[in-house]
């Protein structure tokens, strides 16, 4: 691999634990004004310094993120149809030479196995990994699900591989039953999405089995930006990530640290899918 892929890795997954957590925030690319992230720079600004890396689109990264306290950067670049639309119908939406000019420690794209335009959007994945290759910049394929499909292991398995199969340097998945059979049959590190929101102590005991089951870490957010406290939150993840603490201790990092101010999805005109 070569040294400025392998450096930008290093960026994500932390080399003292092999670990990472990564915040998410790039829902508005296809949910527009999401619960929680309306203002995107309030919520990301007091996270940023919690999280390893930040997975967003370029809009809120020019307009949300500071250039000087920015953490590593996981750019999302696939993109194209609104939670109205057909979500699969996705394209290459930046170009490699502006990801290489934000700074970026990888591109982050979709693909929805299964789904209408499972051809496209892998032959999508192979051009940017082929792209990023060019630059030495890695690849986080993201394996989305389409309507009605289950997200069980042996569908996230296969798009887990596939992903891999086409040189995906990540993947980022659901975590389900058997989630262990995803991670071994991956040969690429996997990392885990919070899914929609959940009691914070449920979200933290996904975390938990997720990491035990092999997972490099989670990339998580919905889970944090609408908890009751988003810091408290981030905190009690990367505890169990980073420190291996249990679901218990865990939750006592969050409940402690748990501060009196109104989270930011309480402001109510963000929207809120089922996805
Ligand atoms: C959507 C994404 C999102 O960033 C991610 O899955 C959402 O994170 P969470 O499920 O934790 O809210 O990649 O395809």
Same mark, same amino acid.
């Given at each position: 691999?070569?040294?400025?892929?392998?450096?930008?890795?290093?960026?994500?997954?932390?080399?003292?634990?092999?670990?990472?957590?990564?915040?998410?925030?790039?829902?508005?690319?296809?949910?527009?004004?999401?619960? %929680?992230?309306? =203002? /995107?720079? !309030?919520?990301?600004?007091? #996270?940023? @310094?919690? *999280?390893?890396? &930040?997975?967003?689109?370029? +809009?809120?990264?020019?307009?949300?993120?500071?250039?000087?306290?920015?953490?590593?950067?996981?750019?999302?670049?696939?993109?194209?149809?609104?939670?109205?639309?057909?979500?699969?119908?996705? %394209?290459?939406? =930046? /170009?490699? !030479?502006?990801?290489?000019? #934000?700074? @970026?420690? *990888?591109?982050? &794209?979709?693909?929805?196995? +299964?789904?209408?335009?499972?051809?496209?959007?892998?032959?999508?994945?192979?051009?940017?990994?082929?792209?990023?290759?060019?630059?030495?910049?890695?690849?986080?394929?993201?394996?989305?699900? %389409?309507?009605?499909?289950?997200?069980?292991?042996?569908?996230?398995?296969?798009?887990?591989?596939?992903?891999?199969?086409?040189?995906?340097?990540?993947?980022?998945?659901?975590?389900?039953?058997?989630?262990?059979?995803?991670?071994?049959?991956?040969?690429?590190?996997?990392?885990?999405?919070?899914?929609?929101?959940?009691?914070?102590?449920?979200?933290?005991?996904?975390?938990?089995?997720?990491?035990?089951?092999?997972?490099?870490?989670?990339?998580?957010?919905?889970?944090?930006?609408?908890?009751?406290?988003?810091?408290?939150?981030?905190?009690?993840?990367?505890?169990?990530?980073?420190?291996?603490?249990?679901?218990?201790?865990?939750?006592?990092?969050?409940?402690?640290?748990?501060?009196?101010?109104?989270?930011?999805?309480?402001?109510?005109?963000?929207?809120?899918?089922?996805?």
């Amino acid at each position: 691999m070569d040294w400025g892929l392998k450096n930008r890795l290093s960026r994500i997954v932390q080399p003292k634990t092999g670990k990472t957590v990564m915040l998410a925030v790039d829902h508005g690319y296809f949910l527009g004004p999401t619960s %929680g992230l309306e =203002v /995107a720079r !309030e919520t990301i600004k007091p #996270l940023a @310094v919690w *999280a390893d890396s &930040l997975m967003l689109t370029r +809009g809120i990264l020019r307009t949300s993120v500071d250039p000087e306290t920015a953490p590593p950067i996981v750019l999302r670049v696939s993109g194209g149809p609104s939670i109205l639309g057909e979500l699969s119908n996705e %394209g290459i939406s =930046v /170009a490699m !030479e502006d990801a290489m000019r #934000l700074n @970026v420690a *990888a591109c982050a &794209l979709s693909i929805f196995v +299964g789904s209408p335009h499972e051809k496209e959007n892998i032959l999508n994945l192979a051009r940017l990994v082929n792209e990023g290759t060019r630059y030495g910049i890695p690849v986080l394929a993201v394996t989305a699900v %389409g309507k009605d499909m289950k997200r069980d292991a042996r569908y996230l398995a296969l798009a887990c591989r596939i992903a891999a199969e086409q040189g995906a340097h990540m993947v980022k998945t659901y975590y389900c039953e058997e989630f262990e059979k995803v991670v071994q049959t991956c040969p690429v590190p996997v990392v885990v999405a919070g899914g929609k929101k959940t009691p914070e102590k449920e979200a933290l005991q996904m975390a938990y089995d997720a990491i035990k089951l092999g997972a490099v870490g989670v990339d998580m957010g919905r889970n944090i930006f609408q908890s009751d406290d988003p810091v408290a939150m981030i905190q009690a993840v990367r505890a169990i990530v980073h420190k291996k603490a249990t679901v218990n201790e865990a939750y006592e990092i969050f409940s402690k640290t748990k501060s009196k101010k109104q989270a930011p999805s309480k402001t109510g005109v963000g929207n809120t899918w089922e996805d």
